[in-house]
């Protein structure tokens, strides 16, 4: 079937946000209440990001809300975290809650904060659940083993690769351990970071991740899609070779960062169809779709 990238991309932009916003990019999505939600990072002007809810019955026609649902300012004893922005959310859920993670920036650097909700209306913030630098993280949606699972992209001396690490309460995590790094002389040589929350599937956890190449002055951001073992997530099973989404259209190479496609948020529906929700140029957000089946057979 491919991967077709939405005719009307894109499906999200600036002038769709009632209020005054910079960028509306990088969104968490879930199934919701009936219908589709996002959780979008917009760029306020000040170049400091808060969350913003975009709803819709379709997954294609989406009304961003009249204000922010989560700020910086909102995070209490945390602020000191993200007082230069929350970026990038993943949500999944567990039980009955929502759990999102995402990035707080700060002169610490970015770390991964967590946050819970019910409603999406108000949030619960658990504080932050790694030290800075480290960002791209996702819960697995499902205990494996007795144990809740995260991935996540710790940046230290110049490396760029995606960890493991497990927790008992998803608040207190250990045995932390490497999974992959970026691949030489390839389009995800520079760095590689998990995108998209694993989902569940008959041949094993799918999920989709990013790999950045530099070139000269600037960095191309191509999506990537990989297989874990559905017992034991630190066996790769295979992965895509090339990428499976990349900046061709002038919504993903011209904008505040060129040549750039981001995905933080998918919907994989029951019968297999995926909305991957991503973003151009860290600008707007876009819609591609494609199916579970389709994308398992890339990584093998
Ligand atoms: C990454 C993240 C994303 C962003 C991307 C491209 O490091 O910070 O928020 O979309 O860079 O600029």
């Given at each position: 079937m491919g991967i077709i990238k939405f005719e009307k991309n894109p499906i999200i932009i600036k002038e769709d946000v009632p209020f005054r916003v910079n960028s509306i990019f990088n969104a968490g999505a879930i199934k919701f209440d009936g219908g589709y939600l996002l959780l979008c990072r917009v760029e306020m002007p000040s170049g400091r990001s808060s969350f913003v809810l975009a709803k819709s019955k379709n997954g294609v026609n989406f009304k961003v809300d009249?204000?922010?649902?989560?700020?910086?300012?909102?995070?209490?004893?945390y602020y000191k975290y993200t007082e230069w922005g929350i970026e990038d959310p993943r949500i999944v859920k567990l039980d009955d809650s929502y759990f999102i993670t995402y990035t707080g920036y700060s002169k610490f650097m970015p770390l991964v904060m967590l946050a819970e909700t019910k409603d999406f209306n108000t949030f619960k913030i658990h504080g932050p659940i790694t030290e800075p630098s480290n960002k791209d993280c996702s819960i697995f949606p499902e205990k494996i083993n007795g144990y809740y699972w995260k991935m996540d992209r710790p940046s230290c001396e110049g490396r760029s690769d995606i960890w493991l690490s497990k927790s008992p309460d998803l608040f207190y995590w250990g045995e932390h351990k490497f999974l992959i790094e970026p691949t030489a002389g390839?389009?995800?040589?520079n760095k590689i970071g998990g995108s998209t929350p694993p989902v569940r599937t008959k041949d094993g956890w799918l999920l989709l991740y990013h790999g950045v190449r530099g070139f000269g002055i600037s960095y191309i951001y191509k999506i990537g899609v990989m297989l874990l073992d559905i017992n034991d997530p630190s066996k790769i099973i295979g992965k895509s070779n090339e990428p499976i989404v990349l900046p061709d259209h002038d919504y993903e190479r011209i904008g505040d960062v060129g040549n750039v496609v981001f995905t933080n948020g998918w919907v994989v529906e029951d019968n297999g169809d995926v909305n991957i929700y991503y973003s151009g140029a860290d600008m707007n957000i876009c819609l591609a779709q494609t199916n579970v089946d389709y994308l398992i057979s890339l990584c093998k």
């Open positions: 009249s204000k922010p649902c989560l700020t910086p300012e909102d995070h209490g004893e390839t389009w995800e040589q």
